[in-house]
Each structure stands twice: as C-alpha cells, then as structure tokens.
C-alpha cells in the first residue's frame, strides 16, 4: 500500500522559497502516474499547485507558476515542491499525494502545514 | 482558472438524504467526465469517495452515489448518517494537464 509523507520547516519568512519534499513508500515513483501537491488555507478548499511524472515532465497551475518548480529523484523515491517569494497568504497545509490516470487523487500524505511569518 | 462552486453547508437528519453541487464551466466539469469528491474530517487529509463522476472505490458504502449534467456534478448521501458529517470537495480535471477544485461544503447532520 502506497504510503506519503510530507517534510520540510513549517515556518518560513516572508519574500524567502518554501520548500517540501514527498517520500513515497510501498510504490516506485517509476512504476509510472503523476504526483502531484495541493494545499489548502485555512477555512479553505483544497488548490491544486503542481504536477510530475517520474520523467520530469512537469504541470502547473496557471496562477503559481511563476513562483513554483516541482522535481522528483527517482533515486530516493520522492518528488519536491519550491515556492518562491511567499507570503502570508500562502500559509496552508501543503498536501503531497498520488494522482491516478483519470485525474483523481487516490493517495495522500498527512499533510504539512507551513506558517509564512516573521 | 476558477474554483468550482460547491454550497457553503448542507444539513439532513440521520436517514435522509442530502446532494452536494458543483458547478464549473464547460473548460472542466462539463468539458470531462473526470470529476472526483472527497470527504474531509477536521485535521485530516481528503479521502477518495467518488471517481470518473460516478465509479465508487472499493470500501466506500454504496450510500454515496454521484452524477453529472452539463456543467455541475452532484454527490448524494443517501441514509445519512452520523458520521457522513464532514466537509466534501469535488474536483475536475480542467484540461491541458490542470485540475481545479471546489470550494467545499460543509454536511451537517442534525
């Protein structure tokens, strides 16, 4: 059973890149499906931020791309997220998880929340 | 690209049956038959309740059901029970490898 779990300071300042990374376990990022992160603000719902496949190719969404890189490591099984220029409204909990062929999400991490502030 | 939108609150007596909306545009809910829900406790991750509009994973009780006309698809929660109080947030996928969400509703039992 496929298994995630989010990493990374969950306190970051203003103007500075938040960064996360994903372990995966119980499934090797190159047996193929994209992987992807979300987050959600308090009180909020869920927004979808980036997309990989363990090749590289990578999706983002229209209204974070300029500020968003997300990569994977086959090596160590895992994929990461890098926001840049962040500011307090990007305080949420970020979410990694595992997205099937048909554009759901069947696998997801505990969740890691990040506090932007100084 | 827009969040979907979904009803702020719902609320059924245990028994009843309650549907949730979601409503989006032709670019995505009506565009693809790829709209997912997710039910959601306080302080936990989403959890795959329906897939491809309708299709229910395995351990999912067949009290939720789903469907899709034009630009909204629809959860219902037939039986209501206690513990189907929770929040719930569709998903679709909106074309050239993005997806959108909703903005989430919040079922009450009462």
């Known amino acids: 059973q496929v298994q995630l779990q989010e990493s990374g300071p969950g306190l970051v300042k203003p103007s500075d890149t938040l960064s996360l990374t994903c372990d995966v376990s119980?499934?090797?990022?190159?047996?193929?499906?994209?992987w992807g992160w979300i987050r959600q603000s308090p009180g909020k719902g869920p927004e979808w931020i980036a997309l990989?496949?363990?090749?590289?190719?990578?999706y983002y969404s229209p209204s974070l791309k300029s500020r968003v890189t997300i990569s994977v490591d086959t090596s160590k099984n895992n994929f990461s997220l890098k926001l840049r220029s962040v500011t307090a409204a990007d305080t949420a909990v970020y979410y990694c998880?595992?997205?099937?062929?048909?554009?759901?999400?069947?696998?997801w991490g505990q969740g890691a929340l990040v506090t932007v502030s100084s | 690209q827009s969040a979907l939108t979904q009803p702020r609150s719902v609320s059924g007596s245990p028994g009843q049956s309650v549907t949730i909306s979601c409503t989006g545009t032709s670019s995505d809910v009506g565009g693809y038959n790829y709209v997912s829900w997710y039910q959601q406790h306080p302080g936990k991750a989403p959890k795959l309740m329906i897939y491809d509009v309708s299709k229910r994973p395995s351990g999912v009780p067949d009290r939720f059901s789903a469907s899709k006309s034009d630009n909204t698809a629809s959860l219902t929660i037939s039986g209501l029970q206690a513990e189907d109080e929770s929040d719930y947030y569709c998903?679709?996928?909106?074309?050239?490898?993005?997806?959108?969400f909703g903005g989430g509703t919040k079922l009450t039992v009462l």
């Open positions: 998880a595992r997205l099937i062929n048909s554009w759901y999400w069947d696998s």
């Open positions: 990989i496949y363990y090749t590289g190719d990578s």
């Open positions: 119980g499934y090797s990022i190159t047996s193929g499906l994209y």
């Open positions: 998903c679709s996928y909106a074309g050239s490898y993005t997806l959108v």
